[in-house]
T-cell receptor, first 112, second 112 residues
Framework: EDKVVQSPLSLVVHEGDTVTLNCSYE??????LLWYKQEKKAPTFLFML????IEKKSGRLSSILDKKELFSILNITATQTGDSAIYLC????????????FGDGTTLTVKP | DGGITQSPKYLFRKEGQNVTLSCEQN?????MYWYRQDPGQGLRLIYY???????QKGDIAEGYSVSREKKESFPLTVTSAQKNPTAFYLC???????????FGPGTRLLVL
């Protein structure tokens, strides 16, 4: 059975802290891994990772994939209250184009 | 503006009633998806469609039905067979072969 596990499930930090969110997966026919940020409603796309060891960066956020150990991490440095959200990890399968398996998400709360 | 719209924002269902959630996109995307999100959980795939007049079951299709008569529209019917329909429903679309999915604002379904 395909599985995507995120940890921790929830995290409370203070502004300025650095956080690392984890996503491990066991899926058949891996194609890519995506990170999304969900604040109130619709998830918004953050990163897509397909190759091991290549860091993707966007401002204070960065992410990397390890296809040997089957995990990805999402780092947020100098956190701000606006980073408070649910962060979702999704793995896209190669068998059925577009079919994806999501993790349960990490709820991040950044306190002022 | 291009995007995905879902309606209604909130929907109330009585016991034994079928209800239909609307999803429309003007992004000219071929692929569309329906997900269910329960509190503290990630997204679970209900149905997806890669082309008009064709769709596939996702991981939790029981109690749901869909149609894809037009490229722009992918309505989801929650039937009376779905015994626990209370959840947040998200619709998404993408270009076939591209992993990034664009999400609508969601519909929250509640049972009276």
């Amino acid at each position: 059975e395909d599985k995507v596990v995120q940890s921790p499930l929830s995290l409370v930090v203070h502004e300025g802290d650095t956080v690392t969110l984890n996503c491990s997966y066991e899926v058949t026919n891996f194609r890519s891994l995506l990170w999304y940020k969900q604040e109130k409603k619709a998830p918004t796309f953050l990163f897509m990772l397909t190759s091991s060891g290549i860091e993707k960066k966007s401002g204070r956020l960065s992410s990397i994939l390890d296809k040997k150990e089957l995990f990805s991490i999402l780092n947020i440095t100098a956190t701000q209250t606006g980073d408070s959200a649910i962060y979702l990890c999704a793995v896209i399968h190669n068998t059925n184009a577009g079919k994806s398996t999501f993790g349960d998400g990490t709820t991040l709360t950044v306190k002022p | 503006d291009g995007g995905i719209t879902q309606s209604p924002k909130y929907l109330f269902r009585k016991e034994g009633q079928n209800v239909t959630l609307s999803c429309e996109q003007n992004l000219n995307h071929d692929a569309m998806y329906w997900y269910r999100q329960d509190p503290g959980q990630g997204l679970r795939l209900i149905y997806y469609s890669q082309i008009v007049n064709d769709f596939q079951k996702g991981d939790i299709a029981e109690g749901y039905s869909v149609s894809r008569e037009k490229k722009e529209s992918f309505p989801l019917t929650v039937t009376s067979a779905q015994k626990n329909p209370t959840a947040f429903y998200l619709c998404a679309s993408s270009i076939v072969g591209q992993e990034t999915q664009y999400f609508g604002p969601g519909t929250r379904l509640l049972v009276l």
